[in-house]
């Protein structure tokens, strides 16, 4: 179950990622709420990564956090920054190896987050985008789960044996591609394009673009490698 949030700047539609947020905080109290006594539970973090903090202002949301060089937040922005004596603020130096997306995530990392959904992660920015994308295995590597998802589209890297729900789907079309190397034995089924023991070269990504789920279930199971999965809408 998703436990951070990080609202980054790129586009975002606010009625969507409110909607989002709003689902999300519903799961985590209704998780919370049939937790035993010896469980323990973890309130959703929201995580503002520098001009993100815009989106918080026009929702009218405090975050928890707030990481950034502020390069790219405006001078309102700033001014109500310094009005939230509860939320804390990790100021980065503009010149720095990570972007601020980046270094939100890895900080949220390093307090224990372990399934992260970045909202505003894309846009016109494809370098920013692309550096977004790498998050995702950057995180599988540390035992995190990290998503993507804005109103039109929803990223992830799937695990082999993975399952998709008809009724469940974020959008008409799934498209998979290999990242980080080839993945090998790719088998769909369940979809309106099957494939049997496929093996997936980024450069030759055209035949697993635009599928879609044809059964109530569809299975997704590879023998090695990194795939990532989009679900769109449009």
Same mark, same amino acid.
Do not use: C
């Given at each position: 179950?998703?436990?951070?949030v990080v609202v980054s700047?790129?586009?975002i539609q606010v009625d969507?990622?409110?909607?989002?947020? *709003?689902?999300? *905080?519903?799961?985590?109290?209704?998780?919370?709420?049939?937790?035993?006594?010896?469980?323990?539970? *973890?309130?959703?973090?929201?995580?503002?990564?520098?001009?993100?903090?815009?989106?918080?202002?026009?929702?009218?949301?405090?975050?928890?956090?707030?990481?950034?060089?502020? =390069?790219?937040?405006?001078?309102?922005?700033?001014?109500?920054?310094?009005?939230?004596?509860?939320?804390?603020?990790?100021?980065?130096?503009?010149?720095?190896?990570?972007?601020?997306?980046?270094?939100?995530?890895?900080?949220?990392?390093?307090?224990?987050?372990?399934?992260?959904?970045?909202?505003?992660?894309?846009?016109?920015?494809?370098?920013? @985008?692309?550096?977004?994308?790498?998050?995702?295995?950057?995180? *599988?590597?540390?035992?995190?789960?990290?998503?993507?998802?804005?109103?039109?589209?929803?990223?992830?890297?799937?695990?082999?044996?993975?399952?998709?729900?008809? =009724?469940?789907?974020?959008?008409?079309?799934?498209?998979?591609?290999? @990242?980080?190397?080839?993945?090998?034995?790719?088998?769909?089924?369940?979809?309106?394009?099957?494939?049997?023991?496929?093996?997936?070269?980024?450069?030759?990504?055209?035949?697993?673009?635009?599928?879609?789920?044809?059964?109530?279930?569809?299975?997704?199971?590879?023998?090695?490698?990194?795939?990532?999965?989009?679900m769109t809408r449009d």
């Amino acid at each position: 179950m998703i436990d951070t949030v990080v609202v980054s700047g790129g586009n975002i539609q606010v009625d969507f990622a409110l909607d989002f947020l *709003k689902k999300l *905080k519903k799961e985590t109290n209704r998780k919370t709420s049939t937790q035993t006594s010896t469980s323990h539970s *973890k309130a959703l973090q929201l995580i503002a990564a520098d001009k993100g903090l815009e989106f918080f202002i026009t929702a009218g949301i405090t975050p928890d956090l707030i990481v950034g060089d502020f =390069d790219s937040l405006s001078s309102e922005g700033k001014i109500y920054m310094e009005k939230l004596p509860q939320t804390s603020i990790r100021r980065l130096k503009p010149e720095k190896d990570d972007s601020d997306t980046q270094s939100a995530v890895n900080l949220a990392i390093s307090q224990g987050a372990k399934d992260i959904l970045i909202l505003g992660g894309t846009g016109t920015r494809l370098d920013h @985008v692309m550096a977004n994308l790498g998050l995702l295995l950057s995180g *599988k590597e540390r035992g995190v789960n990290i998503r993507l998802a804005d109103v039109n589209n929803f990223i992830t890297l799937v695990d082999n044996g993975t399952v998709l729900h008809k =009724d469940w789907q974020y959008g008409k079309y799934v498209s998979f591609f290999s @990242v980080g190397g080839d993945v090998t034995g790719l088998t769909l089924e369940g979809f309106k394009y099957p494939l049997h023991d496929h093996h997936l070269r980024f450069a030759q990504s055209g035949l697993t673009v635009s599928n879609e789920i044809k059964e109530q279930e569809a299975r997704i199971t590879f023998s090695g490698g990194n795939l990532l999965m989009l679900m769109t809408r449009d």
